[in-house]
């Protein structure tokens, strides 16, 4: 057998023994299946791209016959000229369309010869000539339009290759490097944006060109605390996707649910394959399953919800649960005096960091606080 993801590719030209063989692989190898899913991953992105950027798929028609030299009336002329803003971009944010419009050109010629080999050569040469009559005046504006609409339908195959294309160019252009966690890890790209992954978390991701999106694959749960670039930041997990440009947040992503967690900044979180979903404010939660649209964001206690991350999220926190959660963590008593037991407090600090620490810097954003040491082991006043 050849490569896992070319064998994918060509699976369906493959004869029934090859299929065969490349089932009873894929059903035993845990690699391949995941690489299978990574394509149908990549493909599902590629497609949203496309349809995102170019909601007019005839004007890549227009661009190929007139980039093949074909003649485009007047109106087709002015929908190409309109079109022209949106298939720069496209060219300009996926490589892949360049190679998509030489193939179309290189079929409409192709499909010429054909046609003039089926249908010009065969056409009555022997019939004497006569007067044209008004009624029958219609040979050469019905052939040109005909061809037009045969040459057209041909184009739905070309589409059907824009996904594999934009997946080709992508896997040459871009390194893809999927971590798996086996302990807590931390991860910073070269933007700045930093990932804390958790024990058991699965992440794949490939190193963004200038001008790219910024998007990763996780399974499992992790942190997010991303750097504004101006550049989307997309988060896919089996059932959902979350879209920010910079902001603090937590994942929680199994194939059944996708969790999200908004503890700075915004984000959206959406069906894997839909264009939009719900908006998330700081202090927010909300889920999604496959099938169905995201929850309505709910307002959560942050400290509670984000205690599987690794750290703690204080954020407006009042000084007596903060101190309640220090205490669970450290099984360290931590009091706290009745004059600042409803203080609000604010950190983010991970659990690994020395509680003295802690409590030293929390108590300098408090009035007149200070930190003792007593017997069981540290008192706020």
């Given at each position: 057998?050849?490569?896992?993801?070319?064998?994918?590719?060509?699976?369906?030209?493959?004869?029934?023994?090859?299929?065969?063989?490349?089932?009873?692989?894929?059903?035993?190898?845990?690699?391949?299946?995941?690489?299978?899913?990574?394509?149908?991953?990549?493909?599902?992105?590629?497609?949203?791209?496309?349809?995102?950027?170019?909601?007019?798929?005839?004007?890549?028609?227009?661009?190929?016959?007139?980039?093949?030299?074909?003649?485009?009336?007047?109106?087709?002329?002015?929908?190409?000229?309109?079109?022209?803003?949106?298939?720069?971009?496209?060219?300009?944010?996926?490589?892949?369309?360049?190679?998509?419009?030489?193939?179309?050109?290189?079929?409409?010629?192709?499909?010429?010869?054909?046609?003039?080999?089926?249908?010009?050569?065969?056409?009555?040469?022997?019939?004497?000539?006569?007067?044209?009559?008004?009624?029958?005046?219609?040979?050469?504006?019905?052939?040109?339009?005909?061809?037009?609409?045969?040459?057209?339908?041909?184009?739905?195959?070309?589409?059907?290759?824009?996904?594999?294309?934009?997946?080709?160019?992508?896997?040459?252009?871009?390194?893809?490097?999927?971590?798996?966690?086996?302990?807590?890890?931390?991860?910073?790209?070269?933007?700045?944006?930093?990932?804390?992954?958790?024990?058991?978390?699965?992440?794949?991701?490939?190193?963004?060109?200038?001008?790219?999106?910024?998007?990763?694959?996780?399974?499992?749960?992790?942190?997010?605390?991303?750097?504004?670039?101006?550049?989307?930041?997309?988060?896919?997990?089996?059932?959902?996707?979350?879209?920010?440009?910079?902001?603090?947040?937590?994942?929680?992503?199994?194939?059944?649910?996708?969790?999200?967690?908004?503890?700075?900044?915004?984000?959206?979180?959406?069906?894997?394959?839909?264009?939009?979903?719900?908006?998330?404010?700081?202090?927010?939660?909300?889920?999604?399953?496959?099938?169905?649209?995201?929850?309505?964001?709910?307002?959560?206690?942050?400290?509670?919800?984000?205690?599987?991350?690794?750290?703690?999220?204080?954020?407006?926190?009042?000084?007596?649960?903060?101190?309640?959660?220090?205490?669970s963590h450290y099984r360290t008593t931590v009091l706290v005096d009745r004059?600042?037991?409803?203080?609000?407090?604010?950190?983010?600090?991970?659990?690994?960091?020395?509680?003295?620490?802690?409590?030293?810097?929390?108590?300098?954003?408090?009035?007149?606080?200070?930190?003792?040491?007593v017997e069981d082991g540290f008192r706020l006043r």
């Amino acid at each position: 057998m050849g490569d896992p993801f070319d064998d994918a590719f060509d699976y369906d030209d493959a004869s029934p023994d090859r299929q065969a063989v490349c089932r009873v692989m894929w059903a035993n190898n845990e690699a391949m299946i995941r690489e299978l899913e990574r394509l149908r991953d990549v493909e599902a992105v590629s497609r949203r791209r496309w349809e995102a950027l170019l909601p007019n798929r005839d004007a890549l028609v227009l661009l190929a016959l007139d980039e093949a030299g074909r003649d485009l009336d007047e109106a087709e002329r002015v929908r190409l000229i309109d079109a022209r803003p949106d298939l720069d971009r496209l060219r300009r944010e996926i490589p892949a369309t360049d190679a998509v419009v030489a193939r179309m050109t290189a079929d409409a010629a192709d499909f010429d010869l054909c046609w003039g080999e089926t249908f010009d050569a065969s056409a009555p040469q022997s019939e004497p000539l006569r007067p044209a009559r008004a009624d029958d005046r219609t040979p050469v504006p019905h052939r040109r339009s005909l061809r037009r609409v045969a040459w057209r339908a041909s184009f739905v195959f070309t589409l059907a290759l824009i996904a594999v294309v934009s997946v080709l160019m992508l896997r040459r252009e871009a390194t893809e490097t999927v971590l798996t966690a086996q302990a807590a890890k931390t991860l910073r790209f070269g933007d700045g944006t930093l990932v804390r992954l958790r024990p058991g978390a699965t992440l794949a991701y490939a190193k963004p060109s200038q001008g790219s999106t910024r998007t990763v694959r996780l399974t499992g749960n992790a942190v997010f605390e991303v750097v504004h670039t101006g550049v989307p930041f997309t988060v896919e997990t089996p059932s959902g996707r979350v879209v920010v440009t910079g902001t603090v947040f937590g994942v929680r992503a199994t194939r059944d649910e996708t969790q999200v967690t908004l503890v700075e900044g915004r984000v959206m979180l959406a069906p894997k394959d839909a264009a939009t979903g719900v908006t998330l404010a700081p202090g927010q939660q909300s889920r999604v399953v496959p099938g169905a649209l995201p929850t309505t964001p709910s307002d959560v206690d942050i400290a509670d919800e984000m205690a599987w991350s690794g750290r703690f999220y204080f954020h407006d926190t009042p000084l007596r649960v903060a101190a309640e959660r220090l205490t669970s963590h450290y099984r360290t008593t931590v009091l706290v005096d009745r004059r600042l037991a409803d203080e609000r407090v604010n950190g983010e600090f991970d659990d690994t960091t020395p509680l003295p620490e802690i409590l030293r810097i929390l108590a300098s954003t408090l009035p007149s606080a200070q930190v003792d040491t007593v017997e069981d082991g540290f008192r706020l006043r």
